[in-house]
């Protein structure tokens, strides 16, 4: 009986690992760059590592719960922005798998979900370079984490400025989640003030200006802009000038992860688009958006309404300087674009 | 507690085991560059549980494990067995490993020990779950004889086929397999088990159990183990596994025993491994 048992169960295994070939996705894992600094931001500035937590909770969160709850279901949004609150006074020691948080949303876009992953790991990389005063040449120990990152160029973001392009005119369904859910919308854009903010207390030239800095960017975070949360969703290089300036590259990378966020928001929340529909909509904008493909892929224009709303230093583009540097888009000292409708998402060589 | 498949020898002492743990302990030394424990779910076989799941360690991550388990059982028998691993992702969805099983057993007051077994084995992941199709994967393992009273005496082959399905946030896993040995090592048996990971709230804990069954094909008495245990992050790169274990099928013959396992692991990075790119100078406008 046992041996009957046994000979079906690998049996079945076998039939159904030849059934599931019909729609892979392979998992692709690949580990960070080993580096002595990796770990300083945590170990250096425990509270300021812990308090990115519940800004993972929130995106993956609020994935679980549109696929889970349907996209309508205020009661379940309201009750989730109250245990990110939650989180954000007092997140976990460890930052939680994304899978963990949206075990099913990762199924649906398990592409998408690891490389916002794959650029977290970036994120935490180029903190802990900030943060380690052994790494003397930040600029190259920076670059060599980047060019590591872009390596694995399907689950990396674009290094290019796209500012809002692809969540304001990236489909019908651009902007339906901030309507819908304004005050968890405004949770994750203060998180990605916080995200840049720290990247420029980190720039400080040592340890105790820097401590002092991120007391201060979390104060202001948990005082301030959460309390009264950003209109649009802020550019990296807005917030970070002198980040940006270092790492024009990342400084884009980042604003394109936080703009899939919005973009995946955006899709979840969208009824008109079916559950079985909303996984292939996502991955159709995760192509637009990886670095593999940025060399063909052209951003949308944006919608003459986005700028009634935009701080005119979010209007900026991608400009290069005379000694051959480039700013990122946002950055203060940026130009701003061509008055032509919609070219200011295009390239300003002409300009230069 | 019964070895499976070894032919017991008597004579030995835990010299051989207690060598084998300094070199544990030593492996619990070596870390090129840590990093995160970003899979402290994954399931690993002998850590607490013998399931496995079909997820294989990242592309240059490396990893090494210790895990231990001491079993007492009726009529005077203790016993201790141990996995000493190391692993690396050789490349995307395919992971390499190497192991020791360290093995020490006394019954009626003479004790045998050494290492029951060398192994190396390679696992390869077919597929992320997607909502319908469960995550698949292949492992081969190739099992060569250990040093000492407990050691196998030939070469053996163990083939698993591995499933891991979600619901919502347990994770089921699937083993089933085949494996080839020789009449003095006990002889072939066909592999079963069904094993569980449930995370407890999102502070790195979680709980896990299995059932585990090895059916002789020569229609001896199948063997059969009941695991279960905690996992808990205790750093960024470190896991602590706990756990207890006890063999059905000889309490079914109604000789009592229960088991204490634990297991530690530590995930890292090897630099100089690593192939960096020059930096692309990539496209910005």
């Known amino acids: 009986m046992w041996r009957f048992s046994l000979g079906t169960v690998v049996g079945v295994m076998c039939c159904a690992a030849v059934s599931a070939q019909a729609q892979i996705v392979q998992r692709n894992g690949q580990y960070r760059l080993p580096a002595s600094y990796n770990f300083v931001f945590y170990q250096e500035y425990p509270n300021a590592a812990r308090s990115f937590y519940a800004a993972h909770f929130a995106h993956f969160g609020v994935y679980e719960v549109l696929l889970q709850r349907g996209p309508n279901d205020s009661a379940a949004m309201r009750a989730l922005a109250r245990q990110i609150r939650e989180y954000v006074a007092n997140p976990p020691k460890f930052e939680p798998p994304a899978e963990i948080i949206a075990p099913n949303w990762a199924k649906v876009a398990y592409r998408t979900g690891a490389a916002m992953d794959w650029t977290h790991m970036l994120h935490s990389q180029l903190y802990d370079i900030l943060s380690d005063d052994r790494v003397l040449d930040k600029k190259t120990a920076g670059e060599r984490a980047i060019a590591y990152y872009l390596s694995n160029a399907h689950s990396a973001f674009s290094t290019r400025g796209y500012g809002h392009a692809f969540m304001l005119a990236g489909g019908t369904w651009a902007e339906r989640f901030a309507r819908k859910y304004p005050e968890i919308n405004g949770i994750l854009w203060a998180y990605h003030w916080h995200h840049a903010a720290v990247y420029e207390a980190l720039l400080e030239p040592d340890s105790t200006l820097r401590r002092r800095q991120l007391d201060r960017v979390i104060r202001v975070f948990t005082d301030s802009v959460l309390a009264d949360p950003p209109t649009y969703m802020p550019l990296t290089a807005e917030v970070a000038p002198r980040f940006g300036a270092l790492f024009p590259a990342a400084a884009h990378i980042f604003d394109n992860l936080h703009m899939m966020h919005d973009v995946v928001n955006d899709i979840m929340a969208d009824e008109r688009i079916s559950r079985s529909a909303k996984g292939s909509e996502i991955d159709r904008m995760l192509r637009q958006m990886v670095y593999a493909n940025q060399e063909w892929v052209i951003a949308p224009p944006l919608p003459a309404s986005a700028h009634a709303h935009m701080p005119m230093a979010a209007m900026t583009v991608p400009t290069q300087l005379a000694d051959g540097r480039w700013l990122p888009q946002g950055h203060p000292d940026a130009s701003m674009p061509a008055m032509e409708h919609g070219d200011h998402q295009r390239p300003h060589e002409e300009r230069r | ?285």
Do not use: C
């Open chain 2, 1 to 285: 507690m019964e070895i499976t498949n070894v032919r017991m020898r008597k004579g030995a002492e835990m010299t051989m085991l207690l060598r084998l743990t300094a070199v544990g302990v030593m492996l619990t030394g070596f870390q090129v560059s840590v990093l995160a424990q970003e899979d402290f779910r994954s399931v690993d076989a002998g850590r607490p549980i013998r399931v496995e799941d079909a997820y294989p360690l990242k592309f240059l991550e490396w990893e090494w494990e210790l895990g231990s388990e001491f079993l007492v059982a009726e009529g005077g028998r203790r016993g201790a067995t141990g996995v000493l691993e190391l692993k690396v992702g050789i490349a995307r969805n395919l992971q390499f490993g190497v192991e020791a099983h360290p093995a020490w057993e006394r019954v009626a007051g003479a004790a045998s020990g050494g290492v029951e077994e060398f192994s190396t084995h390679l696992l390869f992941n077919v597929n992320q779950e997607g909502r319908s199709a469960p995550a698949v994967a292949f492992r081969t393992t190739l099992l060569a004889p250990g040093i000492g009273d407990v050691r196998r005496e030939d070469v053996g082959l163990e083939l698993l086929a591995i499933q891991t399905k979600s619901l919502s946030r347990l994770r089921l896993h699937l083993n089933g397999g085949y494996a080839i040995a020789s009449d003095i090592d006990g002889g072939a048996y066909w592999i079963s088990g069904l094993g569980f990971d449930f995370p407890i709230g999102l502070f790195s804990k979680s709980i896990l159990g299995d059932l585990y069954l090895e059916v002789p094909t020569d229609r001896s008495d199948a063997r059969v183990w009941f695991e279960v245990g905690t996992r808990l992050q205790i750093t960024n790169v470190s896991v602590l596994d706990l756990g207890v274990t006890a063999r059905l099928d000889e309490w079914g013959r109604g000789a009592a025993n229960i088991g204490v396992v634990f297991g530690l692991s530590r995930v890292f990075g090897v630099p100089g491994l690593v192939k960096i790119p020059a930096y692309p100078n990539p496209r910005v406008n």
